[in-house]
């Protein structure tokens, strides 16, 4: 049997509450409500019933939740047993995982909490670099995965899992086209920028990106400073007086500026970076499955704006 559906039924016990158990165990109401009917069909005989004080076990529910609790002792004993050995084997447990700085606070309260809570035997360890070497670190052995914003994975030997993706966009002055924003002559557009100052994104390691992606477009920038923050960009530039490239994500509606798609199409990928020598085990399924959630945004999980701009 797994464990895990031992874990869910005595979490449900511990609240009476399915959702805020759902809460605790990083899932969704509707599935661990599935795992209880699922369970109960299996045996035959209901685990809870709903009262005025919620989810109450039944009686052949405290039966099911009593071997429940032995058999995750026997497991906890035999964890305990296996990290004081203390041996190479022991060592294998650990999975790196190279990041940003900006992101470690995240990682803590969201990946590394939920992560080791799941997996107690396993050690999630962040290797804290600059975000321009989170991938080399996987690619010099020093990490397992690495969680970053890129422009592209260019190196074969590594598999990479999006996470989020936003188009980039031209910001520019309203008056250097007199046409809507939907009907515009994009060789003109870009012949009149080739005058004008160009402001730089916030995040250092995306930098050279854009320096390439605008060069695609035909344009070699004259840069008159480096902004702060994407908030801080966005206020230059509805000042009017300079270009610069935006997430698509950041931009509203209240915008002064024109802003089109650059071309060739570009984009910014939030994504988990994987080393070719990393066993996909369960435990790192499970890995990849709580970065999903985090950033699913159809359920209110986190945008790529939410790291760009706070690193949460």
């Known amino acids: 049997m797994d464990t895990r559906q031992l874990e869910y039924m005595l979490c449900v016990e511990k609240h009476r509450s399915i959702s805020r158990a759902a809460e605790e165990l990083y899932i969704s109401p509707s599935a661990l409500s ?13 685990l809870f019933r709903r009262s005025g004080g919620g989810m109450i076990p039944t009686t052949d529910g405290n039966i099911y939740l009593s071997g429940a609790r032995q058999m995750l002792k026997l497991k906890q004993d ?52 600059d975000e321009t070497s989170a991938k080399d670190e996987v690619l010099h052995g020093n990490a397992d995965m690495a969680f970053i914003i890129a422009s592209g994975i260019k190196a074969s030997s590594l598999d990479s899992i999006p996470i989020q993706k936003d188009a980039l966009h031209l910001a520019f002055p309203t008056w250097v086209t007199e046409e809507g924003a939907s009907d515009v002559d994009y060789e003109e557009i870009i012949r009149k920028l080739r005058y004008m100052g160009y402001i730089s994104a916030p995040f250092t390691g995306l930098r050279g990106a854009d320096m390439y992606y605008l060069r695609c477009a035909g344009l070699e920038p004259d840069t008159l400073c480096y902004t702060t923050s994407y908030r801080h960009l966005k206020e230059l530039l509805n000042r009017q007086f300079a270009y610069g490239i935006l997430p698509e994500s950041f931009i509203e509606k209240s915008d002064e500026f024109v802003h089109i798609p650059i071309r060739p199409e570009a984009y910014y990928t939030l994504c988990i970076v994987l080393s070719d020598s990393l066993s996909i085990t369960e435990e790192v399924k499970e890995l990849i499955l709580i970065f999903l959630r985090e950033f699913d945004i159809d359920h209110g999980g986190k945008s790529m704006r939410d790291i760009l701009e706070h690193g949460c």
Do not use: C, W
């Not at 599935?34 to 209901?46: C, S, V, W």
């Open 34 to 46: 599935q795992q209880i009917k699922q369970l109960e069909f299996e045996l035959g005989t209901r």
């Open 78 to 129: 035999a964890v305990s047993r296996i990290r004081a050995m203390g041996s190479e084997e022991s060592e294998r447990m650990t999975i790196r995982l190279a990041l940003n700085r900006d992101f470690l606070s995240f990682f803590n309260a969201s990946i590394k909490h939920a992560f080791e809570a799941r997996f107690p035997y396993m050690k999630l360890e962040p290797v804290v670099v």
